[in-house]
């Protein structure tokens, strides 16, 4: 089994219909992160959570929000989605507890097209 | 501040032939470099990384990659090139207060037999 588990793989759904990708992960790590992928445009941050109750805002959390709802679990919900948010979305860990390496373990990805 | 620039979003080679997959950086600070790997409908996974101490530094499926702070360069090699090695590949830094990384927009390496 994958160490960082996102739902659903792929999802396709219609402008105005509010979204939720899910992450959970088994590594223990503190840290979690949503990304977004599009072509030509790299990986782009979109919410990072340091711990449960600490979470911030990366360079493209408009139209985005996250909860952290255990150390395991965080997902990236879309209110009212639009068509410039299909994109391959990733969720993302990393561990400070043995001092911050800067690597980080990714999911497979969820592919979101909207309509 | 940091940011990365990764020259050529294709670069092709032949089976067997070198490998070049170029990157540069900016950080305010000593970075964090690293390359990873993604597969086709696959996420992305650790090639190498450089921290600190030793500037050449070697990764999975004999990649490498030196990095050169003169040149805030961080380029990644492979002497001789395998099919398997076609994917996308970023660079990436991190630096900072908050210990975010940053990404490159990627290199899509496709080998020709």
């Known amino acids: 089994d994958a160490d960082v588990t996102q739902t659903p793989r792929n999802r396709i759904t219609k402008t105005g219909k509010r979204i939720m990708l899910e992450c959970s992960q088994t590594?223990?790590?503190?840290?979690m992160y949503w990304y977004r992928q599009d072509p030509g445009l790299g990986l782009r941050l979109i919410y990072y959570?340091?711990?449960?109750?600490?979470?911030n805002k990366g360079e493209i959390s408009d139209g985005y929000s996250v909860s952290r709802q255990a150390q395991a679990k965080f997902s990236l919900s879309l209110e009212s989605a639009i068509p410039n948010q299909t994109a391959l979305y990733f969720c993302?860990?990393?561990?400070?507890?043995?001092?911050?390496?800067?690597?980080?373990?990714f999911g497979e990805g969820s592919r979101l097209t909207v309509l | 501040a940091q940011s990365v620039t990764q020259l050529g979003s294709h670069v092709s080679v032949s089976e067997g032939a070198l490998v070049l997959l170029r990157c540069n950086y900016s950080?305010?600070?000593?970075?964090?470099l690293f390359w990873y790997v993604q597969y086709p409908n696959q996420g992305l996974q650790l090639l190498l990384k450089?921290?600190?101490?030793?500037?050449l530094v070697k990764g999975i499926n004999g990649f490498e990659a030196e990095f050169k702070k003169s040149e805030t360069s961080f380029h990644l090699t492979k002497p001789s090139a395998h099919m398997s090695d076609a994917a996308e590949y970023f660079c990436?830094?991190?630096?900072?207060?908050?210990?975010?990384?940053?990404f490159g927009t990627g290199t899509k390496l496709q080998v020709i037999p």
């Open positions: 450089y921290t600190t101490g030793a500037t």
């Open positions: 590594k223990g790590h503190d840290r």
């Open positions: 950080s305010s600070v000593p970075p964090y």
């Open positions: 959570s340091f711990d449960v109750k600490d979470i």
């Open positions: 990436a830094v991190s630096g900072g207060g908050y210990q975010k990384v940053t």
């Open positions: 993302a860990t990393s561990d400070t507890n043995r001092g911050w390496t800067g690597e980080l373990f």
